[in-house]
């Protein structure tokens, strides 16, 4: 069974269907699942081992799934997996935090193949996207050898949220807590392995989470053009997770990488940007500057990366209007 | 669609003024920024905006707040000459405002803080759909607080308390005070005061605004208009056929947009320039390039 037919699941509160067909429009069995009724016919669904036609609009009953093991969409989706080190599963929530706009992701363009929470795989599989949340506890060999392994089985690994990609607050973690009171040494995944993608911030947006997935999508499956755009969007949160714009002193991750990386450059024009995006609200703009409460900083990076004088691609926001639309006829159901 | 390698893009531009007498009476020149802003909330296009007014506690201080009335956003006209952070707001506006379309008014570096956001929304949850209007003003350069005292006090011998109106104009920063006295500087006496921050930008116009506004190249009283996206050309048709701005071609008025293209061509050649030197700065070292 799907992670798609689960979800249908969870909003229909009975017993799962598995529908032939998503075909049919005018009948989307819930206001949640709408995105299937406008699926092009060519990309029905074909179920493995089917024998016979089944009329378009007749629901088969999952008891009778023995010989159809998992429906396979024909689309050209890429396969994504959210690998959970140590976080607070805040970052997945924010993934769901899109609402109707991840069913379109999953139903268009992701097949979510691993999921500690939501899919039904044990082990690490081969897929195209990792999404990592949490730091690594390197007091912790499982977790030693998942995120290994999941370098090792994916061709892109995104840091999802500031603990994979920095630490965030569990760079403040001493030990000494129940179960594991052992449990008191943590890196960022970038101490262990090489990653491709960052997405700062505690927790993540749900938008930017969104932005990244069409990008990934369009950059592995999409035409030149769209592999152009996408690459573009992608490069400077690349570049973040190679430490690449420049020396600011401090990992990317907290508000002294604004004095150090931005003010002491000579950089700073008093837009607020980083002031907004601070979840703890440790930033108040003091004559037009950042001020940082270091005592209430958690770490997370947002602030630094969300000015727009970290790193700021013309490429990309002189393009904003044509990429905000792109995304949203991206995630039209 | 123009499109232009100083200007941005942009599918109209006009010399305008308010027909607002209200707007114009307290507006530095015709009332463009406040007058978009004010037809738009009106008509339920946002249902508020994030605009820069006097900070109480000190004269001539900006300090950005979220108007949700006409009257909050007429305290707010008139150009403030000091750094108003209007993009510390944007969360607020859609949290503890609970605005669902938003407005603001910034200088170019703003509008890229707001596309960047809107674009890599890090810490910004569930802003980015929300931006319903941006409206843009032209900036040369900006200056910190005390550089504002230092100019007017010091420099202008003023105090700053009696302070009416700050304009830059005609090649000199200008200080009325409220008993009809004027005091001129030359630019510059000014420049060695301004953010440094400045000195990297490279845009003028703003180029990333949905609508963007400045006195440069109209008579006294008018404003410079660039329509540029499908949102600013929504809110300007709305605002024309409402009468809320009387305009005239730009071809029509003195200066002109050719005076628009000279400054911005040379704010841009200046700090693209000063981007270089930056690159070697030092003996073998250099300071950050933000842009990538």
């Given at each position: 069974m799907g992670l798609f037919e689960r979800?249908?699941?969870?909003?229909?509160?009975?017993?799962?269907?598995?529908?032939?067909?998503?075909?049919?429009?005018?009948?989307?069995?819930?206001?949640?699942?709408?995105?299937?009724?406008?699926?092009?016919?060519?990309?029905?669904?074909?179920?493995?081992?089917?024998?016979?036609?089944?009329?378009?609009?007749?629901?088969?009953?999952?008891?009778?799934?023995?010989?159809?093991?998992?429906?396979k969409p024909v689309s050209d989706k890429i396969t994504a997996g959210h690998v959970h080190m140590s976080g607070c599963t805040g970052c997945e929530v924010a993934i769901a935090d899109n609402y109707a706009g991840l069913l379109t992701l999953l139903d268009k363009y992701v097949d979510w193949v691993y999921d500690l929470t939501l899919a039904d795989v044990r082990h690490i599989p081969e897929m195209d996207v990792a999404l990592v949340e949490g730091s690594v506890c390197i007091n912790d060999h499982l977790s030693v050898e998942e995120i290994r392994e999941t370098r090792e089985k994916s061709k892109i690994v995104v840091a999802l949220g500031a603990c994979a990609c920095s630490g965030n607050i569990t760079r403040f973690a001493r030990g000494g807590q129940q179960n594991q009171p052992q449990?008191?040494?943590?890196?960022?995944?970038?101490?262990?392995?090489?990653?491709?993608?960052?997405i700062p911030g505690c927790a993540p947006t749900p938008q930017m989470i969104r932005n990244v997935c069409v990008a990934a999508y369009l950059l592995l499956k999409g035409n030149d053009d769209q592999k152009a755009l996408a690459g573009a969007y992608l490069k400077p949160l690349m570049a973040v997770a190679k430490c690449d714009p420049a020396p600011t002193g401090c990992n990317h991750a907290c508000g002294c990488d604004l004095i150090v990386g931005v003010i002491n450059q000579g950089l700073c024009m008093a837009c607020g940007a980083c002031a907004a995006s601070c979840p703890v609200r440790a930033i108040t703009m003091q004559y037009g500057k950042p001020n940082i409460d270091r005592e209430l900083c958690i770490k997370c990076g947002a602030c630094f990366n969300q000015c727009p004088r970290s790193w700021y691609s013309f490429d990309v926001t002189n393009m904003y209007e044509g990429i905000m639309e792109t995304i949203d006829a991206a995630m039209a159901p | 669609m123009v499109q232009d390698n100083f200007l941005g893009n942009y599918t109209s531009c006009?010399?305008?003024?308010?027909?607002?007498?209200?707007?114009?009476?307290?507006s530095q020149d015709g009332g463009i920024a406040t007058g978009t802003l004010a037809f738009a909330l009106e008509e339920g296009i946002i249902d508020?905006?994030?605009?820069?007014?006097?900070?109480?506690?000190?004269?001539?201080?900006?300090?950005?707040?979220?108007?949700?009335?006409?009257?909050?956003?007429?305290m707010a006209r008139g150009t403030k000459y000091s750094l108003s952070p209007n993009l510390s707001l944007i969360k607020e506006a859609t949290r503890s405002y609970g605005l669902d379309r938003v407005g603001i008014v910034g200088v170019p570096c703003q509008m890229?803080?707001?596309?960047?956001?809107?674009?890599?929304?890090?810490?910004?949850?569930?802003?980015?759909?929300?931006i319903a209007l941006a409206v843009g003003i032209f900036c040369m350069e900006n200056f910190p607080y005390q550089s504002i005292i230092?100019?007017?006090?010091?420099h202008g011998n003023t105090k700053l308390e009696n302070v009416v109106k700050l304009d830059i104009g005609k090649g000199k920063f200008w200080i009325y005070t409220e008993r009809g006295a004027v005091v001129q500087l030359p630019l510059k006496i000014t420049h060695k005061y301004e953010q440094p921050g400045c000195h990297v930008c490279l845009d003028y116009v703003a180029n990333l605004a949905d609508i963007s506004t400045g006195s440069v190249g109209t008579p006294d009283g008018w404003s410079t208009v660039f329509v540029r996206s499908k949102k600013g050309n929504d809110v300007w048709a709305k605002a024309m056929a409402a009468g809320a701005f009387e305009t005239k071609p730009i071809e029509e008025v003195k200066p002109g947009l050719d005076l628009v293209t000279k400054l911005a061509t040379e704010k841009i050649t200046k700090n693209r320039k000063s981007l270089e030197e930056r690159a070697k700065f030092g003996v073998g070292k250099g300071l950050r390039n933000p842009y990538i």
């Open positions: 979800i249908l699941a969870i909003f229909k509160k009975k017993d799962v269907t598995v529908e032939t067909s998503r075909t049919d429009a005018s009948k989307p069995t819930t206001p949640g699942a709408s995105p299937t009724g406008a699926m092009p016919a060519e990309r029905a669904p074909v179920v493995e081992g089917q024998k016979s036609a089944i009329p378009p609009d007749e629901k088969v009953p999952t008891t009778a799934q023995s010989d159809r093991k998992e429906v449990h008191e040494s943590f890196v960022a995944i970038g101490d262990l392995i090489d990653v491709d993608v960052f | 006009v010399a305008a003024r308010s027909t607002n007498r209200g707007i114009l009476a307290g508020g905006a994030i605009v820069s007014v006097m900070d109480p506690s000190e004269p001539w201080k900006p300090m950005p707040i979220v108007a949700t009335s006409p009257e909050e956003l007429y890229q803080g707001l596309r960047k956001g809107q674009l890599y929304p890090v810490g910004l949850r569930d802003v980015p759909d929300k230092q100019l007017v006090e010091d």
